[in-house]
Each structure stands twice: as structure tokens, then as C-alpha cells.
């Protein structure tokens, strides 16, 4: 089963930016999408965005359409969450995993092998 890993994660100021990483444990992701989801305390896990497991066809939340971009590494067993204009609502713990054999779901429960997560907090 692969294994998952975020890193990239930090405390940036409002309209400040970051950018996440997902790393696989194998030479790629297994077919079908990898996507990014975040949990702030008290609430579910909610669907970020995601792309297919060679890296095309990015889908994303509403809201952070225009401000986010997903895109794969090269070596396609990485992939980045690049995130502009942040907002305070933005804070949270960001997750990755993948959706074995499934296209465009948002669903977490499609998802698996999910990673620890990396803390984002944006200050106002």
C-alpha cells in the first residue's frame, strides 16, 4: 500500500502564499485521482482539490478556485498544492491521499492512505 506524506505547511499572513507537497512512497501514484482535503477542529474533512494520478484534469473546491493550484511533479510520485491570496479561513490541517480507479469524486470516503497532514494557519 503506498504511503503518503505532506510537508510544505506553515504560518503565513493573509494574501501570503505557500505551497504543499505530497510525496508517494512508490515510483507513482496508484491509477486514479490524488487529492488534497482539510480539517479545522470541530468540522469534517473537506475536499480541496485533485488530479488525476498521471496529472491532468485539476478539479477544486469552489472556495479556492483561482486561488489554488494542483499540478504533478515530473516524476509524477509528487504532487503540489500551490496556494495564493490566503485567508484566515484558509487555516487548517491539509491532508492528501488517493482515490483508487475513480475520476472527479470529491467524496472522502473514496479516499485511502491518507498522509499525517501539515498545518497551515493564516494570520490576520
Known amino acids: 500500500q503506498v504511503q503518503l506524506e505532506e510537508s510544505g505547511g506553515g504560518l503565513v499572513q493573509a494574501g501570503g502564499s505557500l505551497t504543499l507537497s505530497c510525496a508517494a512512497s512508490?515510483?507513482?501514484?496508484?491509477?486514479?485521482?490524488v487529492g488534497w482535503f482539510r480539517r479545522t477542529p470541530g468540522k469534517e474533512r473537506e475536499f480541496v482539490a485533485a488530479?488525476?494520478?498521471?496529472?491532468?484534469?485539476?478539479y477544486y473546491a469552489d472556495s479556492v478556485k483561482g486561488r489554488f493550484t494542483i499540478s504533478m511533479a515530473s516524476a509524477q510520485n509528487t504532487v503540489h498544492l500551490r496556494m495564493n491570496s490566503l485567508k484566515p479561513e484558509d487555516t487548517a490541517v491539509y491532508y492528501c491521499?488517493?482515490?483508487?480507479?475513480?475520476?472527479?469524486?470529491?467524496?472522502?470516503?473514496?479516499?485511502?492512505?491518507w498522509g499525517q497532514g501539515t498545518q497551515v494557519t493564516i494570520s490576520s
Open positions: 512508490s515510483d507513482t501514484f496508484p491509477r486514479g485521482q
Open positions: 491521499a488517493v482515490a483508487r480507479d475513480s475520476a472527479y469524486t470529491r467524496h472522502v470516503r473514496d479516499f485511502g492512505s
Open positions: 488530479i488525476s494520478s498521471v496529472g491532468l484534469r485539476p
